[in-house]
């Protein structure tokens, strides 16, 4: 087939795959599985090598991040299960004080707390943060909004083990520790610049309490478009949110231990992984540490401690009952992540990285640019950052050898990309404005600027890192 005519299916593909998510409503996992069939068909693959191609885009991202995503899962389960994040942000409350505290949780949900299903986190933090909001005066709910929305989806795209994170670096095939340490050079200054922007526009007359917040919770949200995470969960409204709240309380443990001790296993994880990246960068081999340092081993490790921290604090029932839950999490997680895959695999074997590598110069950073409008139209498109920046990524994939620049550079600009206008299909969306007391006008502003500010501030570090590798 000609050049043109494999441009003009793909092209079809994708719009095809958001009409029959937004438009006709279809799972996610439904229509990347067709559109990926119909690309595959339409480009001459045939019937036997397009069935081989998915099956083996799919099986390859499982076996890079299937076992990540459940353990991280399992993991969140527990924390939550042990009232963990309450009592982190109670002590970054103490510590930060009133002033700090937006940016202080912010960060610590991008960069420590992924690993918590994003649902579930934001439920939990969201009732913590309208009650810090009310000691932070006129603009509290403003800004802790602002903080809880951008937060949460800078985190989903920039750290291990990220859902969107881990599914970005396994289809350009980046190592995932050295996706976390430069997700964290990213997502750091990103979300830091990114509220100080939005606090700045905000308490400069641009947030008006009458017209931005309301005390009865806004509409239900609409539908789910991204599998697993906050914004694609089932509909929650406001009573839902508060029994998933109290559900949380109920199942604290009377006696617990210390927070160091409670994160611990998730953090010496996490510490594993970036040694193992430092290892690699530094070229220094070592069999143990290889071994401890690998993502799956380390994330097992926590998982295990967790699950040892827990039997002693709440008992081997509800240990079961969590980790249960967790598996019933992960799955839709999964088969999200893995059809991305499919695509991808696609998209490479009808040729079309050998066809986009021409239109790119090798060493700038136009094409940079390009991979963030390409996400961020997926993105404005489907109303999904994990379906985004999946399919952006799928797109782009096979032309990363081509570019002439590191693919973890690609992979953060499709997550960047990704991030641009969260808006109305969103469930996060829907989400804030009942937790935080908003009105639809008010979470535009605090969620959909805020995220899209972010979006467009994380290009700064990204291009910067261009530079350098």
Request: charged fraction near 10%.
């Amino acid at each position: 087939m000609s050049d043109t005519g494999i441009l003009l299916n793909t092209a079809i593909a994708v719009i095809a795959i958001v009409f029959l998510i937004v438009r006709l409503r279809m799972n996610p996992v439904v229509a990347l599985v067709l559109g990926s069939c119909y690309l595959g068909l339409a480009t001459g693959l045939g019937v036997e090598k397009t069935v081989e191609t998915i099956s083996k885009g799919f099986g390859d991202v499982m076996a890079d991040i299937g076992l990540l995503i459940a353990f991280g899962v399992l993991i969140g389960a527990l924390l939550r299960d042990l009232g963990a994040i309450e009592r982190l942000v109670d002590a970054l409350l103490r510590t930060a004080g009133p002033k700090r505290i937006p940016h202080a949780m912010a960060l610590t949900i991008a960069t420590f707390l992924q690993s918590i299903y994003l649902d579930v986190l934001l439920v939990i933090t969201g009732p913590l943060a309208k009650g810090i909001a009310s000691k932070l005066g006129r603009y509290g709910t403003a800004r802790m909004a602002t903080a809880l929305a951008i937060g949460l989806e800078c985190g989903i795209v920039f750290t291990i083990p990220g859902v969107g994170a881990l599914a970005l670096a396994a289809l350009l095939d980046v190592p995932f520790g050295k996706y976390l340490l430069f997700g964290l050079v990213v997502v750091i200054p990103t979300v830091t610049i990114a509220i100080a922007v939005m606090n700045f526009a905000l308490t400069r007359g641009w947030w008006n309490p009458v017209l931005d917040e309301e005390d009865v919770p806004g509409p239900a949200p609409s539908a789910s478009t991204d599998g697993g995470k906050a914004e694609d969960a089932a509909p929650l409204g406001p009573n839902a949110a508060a029994g998933a709240t109290m559900t949380a309380v109920e199942v604290k443990a009377p006696a617990q231990p210390s927070l160091l001790v409670l994160f611990s296993p998730l953090l010496i994880s996490l510490l594993l992984i970036a040694t193992g990246a430092l290892a690699q960068v530094a070229t220094w081999h070592n069999s143990l540490v290889e071994l401890l340092s690998s993502p799956v081993m380390a994330l097992l490790l926590g998982l295990v401690a967790t699950c040892v921290l827990a039997r002693r604090y709440l008992g081997q029932p509800r240990v079961d009952a969590s980790l249960s839950r967790g598996m019933r999490d992960s799955g839709q997680i999964l088969l999200l992540n893995g059809v991305g895959g499919c695509l991808a695999g696609v998209i490479a074997a009808c040729g079309l990285g050998d066809i986009l590598g021409g239109y790119f110069k090798a060493n700038t950073w136009a094409p940079l640019l390009i991979v963030w409008l390409v996400a961020a139209v997926l993105h404005i498109a489907v109303g999904s950052v994990t379906i985004s920046a999946i399919t952006a990524a799928g797109l782009l994939a096979p032309v990363a050898p081509t570019l002439g620049l590191d693919p973890v550079l690609i992979a953060l600009a499709a997550g960047a990309g990704s991030l641009f206008f969260v808006h109305l299909t969103s469930n996060t969306f829907w989400l804030l404005q009942s937790l935080m007391g908003q009105t639809t006008r008010g979470t535009l502003k605090t969620c959909s600027v805020g995220v899209s500010v972010a979006s467009v501030v994380a290009m700064g570090p990204i291009l910067a890192l261009s530079a350098i590798l």
